[in-house]
C-alpha cells in the first residue's frame, strides 16, 4: 500500500528555518517525480517544489515565491522527501503535503500525504 | 494562469454540475482535476483532460484541450460535495486553479 506521511511541522518565528520529511512507503521512490504542495487555511493549493526521479537526474523546481528560500531534496535510500524551509515569512504558514506524481498518458498527483501545518508568527 | 469558474456552486442530489478551467495559454491536454474535502489531502478525479483515474465513479467526466476544459458531474451524489481544483501539468510552476466549492442547495 503506498503510503506519505508527512512530519516537522510547528510554530516558528518570522526569519526562521523549519525542516519537513515525508516519509514514503509502498512503493519505489526513485521511480517517482516528486512535489510539496501548501494550502493555507480556507484558500486553495499551491504547489511549491518538485523533485523529479533518478531517471531525470533528481533535477528541481521551484516556486517563484520559495525559491533561494526553501530546498527540496530526497534519500532514495531511506524512502525520504524533505523541503528545508529558510527565511520563513508569515505568508509560509499553511499545510504541506507531499504528493507523489505518476504517469499514464498524462501527469497526475495519484497519493499525498496527510499534511503538516507550518504556522509562522511571532 | 489557471481561471476555474464558478468559485462556488449550489446544486441538488441528481443535478448535473459543470465547472470550467480556462489557461491562459494553451496547454494541450495538460490538465488535472482534483477532488477536496475538508480536512483531507486533494484527491485525483481526470488527468489528461479526459482520462477518469481508477476507482473514480463514472459519473465524473473531464473534456477540453488547448486553454478550455470541463469537469462534469452528471448526477451529483452526497459524497460529492467538496472543493474542486485544475492543475496545469505542462509546465512549471504547476499551477492549480482557485478552486469550485459545490455546495448543498
Known amino acids: 500500500e503506498v503510503q506519505l506521511v508527512e512530519s516537522g511541522g510547528g510554530l516558528v518565528q518570522p526569519g526562521g528555518s523549519l525542516r519537513l520529511s515525508c516519509e514514503a512507503s509502498g512503493f519505489i521512490l526513485s521511480d517517482h517525480h516528486m512535489d510539496w504542495v501548501r494550502q493555507v487555511a480556507g484558500k486553495g493549493l499551491e504547489w511549491v517544489a518538485r523533485s523529479r526521479n533518478k531517471a531525470n537526474s533528481y533535477t528541481i523546481e521551484y516556486a517563484a515565491s520559495v525559491k533561494g528560500r526553501f530546498t527540496i531534496s530526497r534519500d532514495d535510500s531511506k524512502n525520504s522527501l524533505d523541503l528545508q524551509m529558510n527565511s520563513l515569512k508569515t505568508e509560509d504558514t499553511a499545510v504541506y503535503y507531499c504528493?507523489?506524481?505518476?504517469?499514464?498518458?498524462?501527469?497526475?498527483?495519484?497519493?499525498w500525504g496527510q499534511g503538516t501545518l507550518v504556522t509562522v508568527s511571532s | 494562469q489557471l481561471t476555474q469558474s464558478p468559485s462556488s456552486l449550489s446544486a441538488s442530489v441528481g443535478d448535473r454540475v459543470t465547472i470550467t478551467c480556462r489557461a491562459s495559454?494553451?496547454?494541450?491536454?495538460?490538465l488535472v482535476w482534483y477532488q477536496q474535502k475538508p480536512g483531507k489531502a486533494p484527491k485525483v478525479l481526470i488527468y489528461?483532460?479526459?482520462t477518469l483515474q481508477s476507482g473514480v465513479p463514472s459519473r465524473f467526466s473531464g473534456s477540453g484541450s488547448g486553454t478550455d476544459f470541463t469537469l462534469t458531474i452528471t448526477s451529483l451524489q452526497p459524497e460529492d460535495f467538496a472543493t474542486y481544483y485544475c492543475?496545469?501539468?505542462?509546465?512549471?510552476?504547476?499551477?492549480f486553479g482557485g478552486g469550485t466549492k459545490v455546495e448543498i442547495k
Open positions: 492543475q496545469r501539468r505542462d509546465s512549471y510552476p504547476l499551477t
Open positions: 489528461a483532460a479526459s
Open positions: 504528493a507523489r506524481t505518476s504517469y499514464s498518458g498524462g501527469w497526475y498527483s495519484d497519493y
Open positions: 495559454q494553451g496547454i494541450s491536454n495538460s
